[in-house]
């Protein structure tokens, strides 16, 4: 890893500033942030350069909603060690910023949780921004792999458990319609981004959740009531909406391409994000896990308990990205805005990142030609991958 405080100029490389591929451009970084972006034969003399030798250079990845990786699980062991590894996993994919997510655990599970995160953003570990709890007010009828016994009624100790600020951004996916009328406004208006998932609630309900300020959908399509001709259901109020979010799992079997298709093009522009639902098998060799004690299978990138249900996903950012210019057909430039320009604006984030300009974050991602990650800056910090 590279540590520097002094001005360097990055060049020979594409630039996607998260609007446009520029060539001919150098990004001038100044410690922790973006100087400039500037024409290659204007970078100021004696500036030290940086030659990436081809490639795309693009703004680094955001992921929502990861579970583990590097071979921990965040609910089996929360603590700032197991966030550090799961970062460092996630990082040789692009991951530049994520939330470390727990799933249905006890109180005092997601409390070491929250202590753990907000202990590493006080240590500033590389890329942790929030905090993300997957339940546990949610419905067991859409359980998933979640333990039922985990799934409970809505406790008003969660605003005391996540208090406005503290623990960056954070999200917190429930239920709406196992919860107390006007519960999802007074969670919003704590500072919380809260969404919908593992959710068996109607259209109505929804829409309901929606007039609270509903900020999103956790993994849409999963977990939660289809979209049928006379019953929208979850993903009929969600896609309908222009203002909320959708966390996308762009593996291949949590969605087939098809579906996914007609839901990009039906949602707002700007609303759909990529998330990986990572699970401990991401930057492992080993792939095999457990979850609440249930043995993982890992075959062929897919996740599933010995049942057959799925168990979150062995995905990593840079493979959604891929998947989405060779499974749906969208263009890079789209699909890298899913992976960093929309979850930074979903997140409040989107003034200093998920783009590459002046003031921005110096989080970056250097991509080959074949989109393999080569090397990530995290505040300017380099480290370099996949050589």
């Known amino acids: 890893m590279t540590r520097t405080g002094q001005q360097r100029a990055l060049v020979g490389a594409k630039i996607f500033d998260g609007d446009v591929i520029k060539e001919g451009f ?3 970084l100044d410690g922790e ?8 034969d204007t970078v100021p003399a004696g500036c030290p350069i940086v030659t990436l030798n081809g490639g795309l250079l693009t703004p680094g990845f955001i992921d929502v909603q990861v579970n583990g990786g590097g071979g921990l699980l965040f609910n089996n062991n ?9 970062a460092k996993a996630h990082r040789q994919f692009g991951t530049t910023g994520f939330l470390p997510t727990l799933i249905s655990d006890s109180f005092d599970t997601m409390r070491l949780a929250c202590d753990a995160v907000q202990l590493a953003l006080q240590e500033n570990t590389p890329g942790v921004l929030g905090v993300h709890l997957e339940g546990p007010f949610l419905n067991k009828k859409r359980k998933g792999v979640h333990d039922a016994d985990f799934i409970r009624a809505f406790e008003t100790e969660i605003f005391q458990l996540m208090p406005e600020d503290s623990l960056g951004k954070n999200i917190l996916t429930l239920a709406p319609e196992t919860l107390p009328s006007g519960t999802v406004r007074r969670l919003i208006e704590q500072g919380l981004k809260v969404c919908a ?25 999963n977990a939660m009531t289809p979209m049928e001709s006379r019953a929208p259901g979850v993903v009929g109020a969600a896609l309908e909406d222009d203002e909320s979010y959708c966390g996308i799992i762009a593996d291949g079997f949590h969605i087939h391409p098809a579906t996914l298709k007609v839901a990009i093009a039906a949602k707002k522009r700007g609303r759909m994000m990529l998330v990986t639902d990572a699970m401990p098998s991401v930057g492992s060799q080993h792939k095999a896990f457990k979850i609440y004690g249930q043995e993982i299978i890992v075959d062929g990138g897919r996740c599933t308990t010995r049942d057959g249900v799925l168990a979150g996903s062995d995905l990593d950012m840079i493979g ?5 210019v060779d499974l749906l057909d969208l263009p890079l430039e789209e699909a890298l805005r899913m992976a960093s320009l929309y979850p930074a604006t979903f997140l409040q984030l989107d003034e200093e990142l998920g783009r590459i300009g002046s003031s921005y974050r110096a989080d970056l991602v250097h991509l080959s030609d074949d989109l393999v990650v080569q090397e990530t800056w995290i505040r300017g910090e380099s480290e370099k991958h996949g050589l």
């Open 78 to 86: 929360p603590t700032i060690e197991t966030i550090g590894v799961i």
């Open 197 to 221: 998932g593992h959710t068996a609630g109607t259209y109505e309900e929804i829409r309901a959740a929606l007039d609270e300020e509903l900020s999103g959908f956790t993994h849409l399509f």
């Open 26 to 28: 150098a990004v001038i």
């Open 320 to 324: 959604a990205v891929r998947n989405c």
């Open 33 to 40: 942030t973006i100087r400039s972006v500037l024409p290659e």
